[in-house]
């Protein structure tokens, strides 16, 4: 590891860090403070959501009644709002890995150094790890104990296992966006591809559960395999969790080859 540079990109990712960190943080606690409102008003809430399309409630991961802490958590926190933001902080951080610095034209002073090619591509991983942990244990915090304040009755050891269920999920789309970067050195295009497949792949697990058709498809979504669902009620899906964490480690590897062979744009 070249300390050196993981550390510059910490700092070049900062703000990054910082703003999807603050929005993650801020949300949740926004969340958790409606929360005893939506416990009091079930009933109303209840009438509401039974009116909205099947479509609607898969689509928003409405599983349980929202006067739950489960239910409540499982539509309002991980359904979109966890996913959403974990993503958004790997698939960014990644496309600049190496495709940001080529289009700033600061890849040749990287590249000037001891360090490989291979180990400048693994650095800047590390970096964008770190970042997502950085966001990751605000997040947990901030769940673990506003929850316990406003009285959702859910274990914090569940919490903490679909905290960290969602952040394995965005570790694919995150690698992803480093082939993607790799390969072309263009960050536009390892933006949009991993945010293109997160969308599909997470309208294709949600949906499944509404069409015979696509149930079989599901197992090619990261979101299947993460189960935040089950991790938030204690029984969390290690085996697909190690799968994409291996899903993860063979993209990174073949980022890095091919980093290592394309010619770099003058």
């Known amino acids: ?41 079930a009933g109303e809430f209840e009438k509401v959501l039974d009116s909205y399309p099947e479509a ?4 928003f991961n409405v599983q349980q009644s929202l006067a739950s ?23 960014g951080q990644a496309a600049r890995a190496t495709a940001g610095e080529e289009k700033a034209h600061t890849m040749d002073l990287l590249l000037a150094g001891p ?36 009285g959702l009755g859910v274990p914090w050891l569940d919490l903490v296992f679909a905290v960290k269920a969602s952040a394995v999920v965005a570790l694919p789309f995150g690698a992803l966006a480093l082939l993607v970067g790799a390969l072309t050195g263009r960050p536009g295009l390892a933006v949009a591809i991993p945010v293109g497949v997160g969308l599909l792949t997470y309208l294709l697990d949600a949906l499944s559960a509404l069409s ?25 899906s290690w085996l697909g969790l190690a799968g994409l964490v291996v899903l993860t480690g063979v993209l990174v590897v073949a980022a ?3 980093f290592e062979r394309r010619d770099m744009r003058a």
């Open 56 to 59: 609607f409630k898969a689509l």
């Open 1 to 41: 590891m070249t300390t050196e540079l993981v550390t510059k990109s910490l700092r070049d990712n900062r703000g990054s860090t910082i703003g999807w960190g603050i929005a993650l943080v801020a949300s949740v606690m926004l969340q958790l403070a409606v929360y005893p409102a939506v416990r009091d008003a």
């Open 256 to 258: 890095a080859m091919a």
């Open 115 to 150: 360090a490989s090619r291979t180990r400048l591509l693994l650095d800047k991983a590390l970096a964008v790890l770190a970042s997502l942990a950085i966001v990751t244990v605000a997040f947990g915090v901030v769940l673990v104990v506003g929850s316990s304040v406003a």
């Open 212 to 236: 015979e058709e696509l149930r079989p498809w599901r197992v090619l979504s990261p979101f299947h395999h993460a189960a935040v669902n089950n991790a938030l009620t204690g029984d969390p």
């Open 69 to 91: 802490g489960v239910g409540y958590l499982q539509g309002e926190v991980f359904g979109f709002l966890a996913p959403l933001v974990l993503l958004g902080v790997v698939i």
